[in-house]
């Protein structure tokens, strides 16, 4: 079993890969289906989200979304060197350098969560799901993707350093558990989307 600090390090390695598979004609189609499936499953419930800081964890290089002018947004990563890097090509962005299972940032405080490519590099998502709980404003949302059990992406386990599969009904079943609602889903090709609010009472 490879340690974390392999782990980290292969990782690092794959996310400065990111750009050449969003300039690949073929994976890079795939990649803005993806993230504008995203964004428009935000955007319908965008005018409902309370105040609060918007969070984009796992950032990469790549940040998910500009700093809208009504919110702060803090793009969140583990690497050093991927925050630096991504700080140079976006110096307007903040970024923190954060394990995205204990965040920096207080209980209530966001309003807005987005983690794209993330929870299939995470070994626990019951305990992930109750720190985004903790972090989420009342009426808050997340927003996160996961990769699902299919062959496309048992191709890519191959390669990755640690690529954790998992069908939907298991993330349904968690963030029942978890307390917070389900408001939207959607399956893509490589990609399971969710979408969730915070409605603690």
Not at 12 to 26: A, E, G, I
Not at 77 to 101: E, G, K, Q, W
Request: hydrophobic share 40%; aromatic share 8%.
């Amino acid at each position: 079993m490879k340690s974390g600090s392999q782990i980290r390090s292969e990782w690092d390695k794959q996310s400065f890969l990111r750009p050449l598979f969003r300039t690949n004609p073929m994976t890079a189609t795939i990649a803005r289906r993806e993230t504008n499936s995203l964004r428009q499953m935000i955007s319908l419930q965008r005018h409902q989200l309370p105040s609060g800081i918007w969070l984009d964890l796992g950032c990469g290089t790549e940040p998910f979304f500009d700093r809208p002018s009504q919110s702060m947004v803090i793009a969140v990563d583990h690497s050093r060197d991927i925050i630096r890097h991504a700080r140079s090509n976006h110096p307007d962005n903040h970024f923190v350098l954060s394990d995205t299972m204990a965040l920096p940032f207080s209980d209530n405080s966001a309003a807005l969560i987005v983690a794209y490519g993330l929870t299939e590099y995470m070994e626990s998502p019951a305990l992930w799901l109750q720190e985004m709980r903790r972090i989420l404003c009342m009426n808050g949302l997340l927003a996160f993707t996961s990769s699902p059990i299919c062959l496309p992406n048992r191709v890519r386990s191959v390669w990755s350093p640690v690529l954790y599969l998992r069908n939907r009904s298991m993330w349904i079943k968690n963030i029942e558990r978890s307390g917070m609602v389900l408001e939207d889903h959607r399956e893509l090709w490589l990609q399971d989307q969710f979408l969730v609010r915070n409605s603690r009472t």
